[in-house]
Structures are given as C-alpha cells and as structure tokens.
C-alpha cells in the first residue's frame, strides 16, 4: 500500500526534495504529477490555494509548504532521523532551510535555474541572458554564505545528512548543469564535494528529473 501521495511537477527542486526525505526514509509514495500551466486550475488550488507544489496527502490529511512537509515526514517517520538532536545543529539546519527559500530560490534558483534549465527544457524558450547576467552578483554572494556554512563539515548541519541537505541538494544540483556553475560553484570545492556525496545517495539517483518524469509517465 503507498502510504503517501506527492503532488508535484516533474523537475521541481522543491518537489524532488520531498521524494528525497521519502526515499531516506524508505517509505512508499507516489507521485500525482501536476502538469505545467494547471497550478491555477481549480483542483490545484483545492491542494494549494497559493497554486504551488508541492503538496503532501498523507491518507486523508493533506499538508503544502516544502519545509512543513519535512518536518512532518520528519515526525511521522523518526528513524533515521534528518533533524540532527543537537539543538546548535538542529537550529544550523533551520538556518541552511531558511536560506534556501529567502535567498537561494529568489533572485537566484527562480531566475537563473528558470532561464538556463526550466524555461528551456519544458517550454522550449530560450533564456534571457540579460536576466540572468543581472542575477550572478546575488548568486556569488549566496553561494559564498553556503560554502561558509559548510565549512570543513561533511554536511550542512554536522556529520549526517539532515533536511537541510536535503533541501540544498535538489536546488544546487540545477546549477551543476549550467555555464555559470563554474563562476558559482568553482571558488567553493567543498561545496561542489559535498553537491557529489549527496548526488551519490541512492535517494538522489532515483529522485532524478528524468526518473520523476517517467514516475510522472506511469502516474
């Protein structure tokens, strides 16, 4: 029996991050792809009343927002756990997920991942190059508080895998296919070595944006 159902669209770094907490835990899911340009349709927004993915059921309780939905995995499925028990960690964790939706995503992943990967490989548009030339400065500075974070640490908040992991790794692998990784990426090898453990995990190999679309393909 699949025990949860996430609504999301194929390629979505958010949604890929709720499979991926799935797939740590060794749960059973499915996903209920939510087609490009539906996200106002009225039975999306019966899931989400903002029109965003991705949304989590859980039987008959239904929950949207990407850091909620971890945290309920989190609780619902304690073992092993990816909130780390220290509290200074725990709140470093916070921290590394909060950075992720202020600043990583806007101005930085909803505009240069939007340009160089989304907008080409689902719409077919080319990307608007002013628009991303004028995002790097934002970019560089986001990517060198990351590599702060990380520090010398294996991962970003102490030595095992936490949600903030989980998180970045979805966000950050965008830029992995792109021209600007090298600008973005290259001054931080930490972080590019840390980005190539967590690609390694079996639960980001099987939560690839080709592996999605064909879970999309079987929905």
Not at 147 to 163: E, H, I, K, M, T
Not at 182 to 194: D, N, Q, S, T, Y
């Amino acid at each position: 029996m699949t025990d949860f159902v996430v609504h999301s669209i194929p390629g979505s770094p958010y949604g890929r991050a709720v499979m991926v907490a799935l797939e740590e835990k060794g749960a059973s899911y499915r996903l209920s792809p939510v087609a490009p340009g539906t996200f106002r349709s009225p039975e999306h927004l019966a899931r989400h009343p903002l029109g965003k993915v991705p949304v989590l059921d859980h039987g008959d309780y239904r929950l949207y927002e990407t850091q909620a939905i971890l945290r309920y995995l989190d609780r619902v499925l304690p073992r092993p756990a990816l909130t780390p028990a220290d509290p200074r960690m725990a709140g470093r964790m916070d921290q590394a997920m909060n950075i992720n939706d202020c600043y990583l995503f806007n101005g930085v992943s909803n505009t240069i991942g939007l340009q160089r990967v989304v907008l080409p490989r689902v719409m077919g548009v080319a990307p608007d190059e002013a628009i991303i030339a004028a995002a790097m400065p934002r970019a560089k500075e986001v990517f060198a508080v990351l590599a702060n974070q990380l520090g010398q640490g294996p991962y970003f908040a102490g030595d095992a895998v936490s949600l903030a992991d989980v998180m970045l790794a979805p966000q950050l692998d965008f830029f992995r296919e792109i021209p600007e990784w090298e600008a973005l990426g290259g001054p931080h090898p930490r972080l590019g070595a840390w980005l190539d453990r967590m690609n390694a995990r079996p639960s980001l190999v099987k939560t690839t944006w080709a592996k999605v679309a064909d879970m999309a393909k079987a929905a």
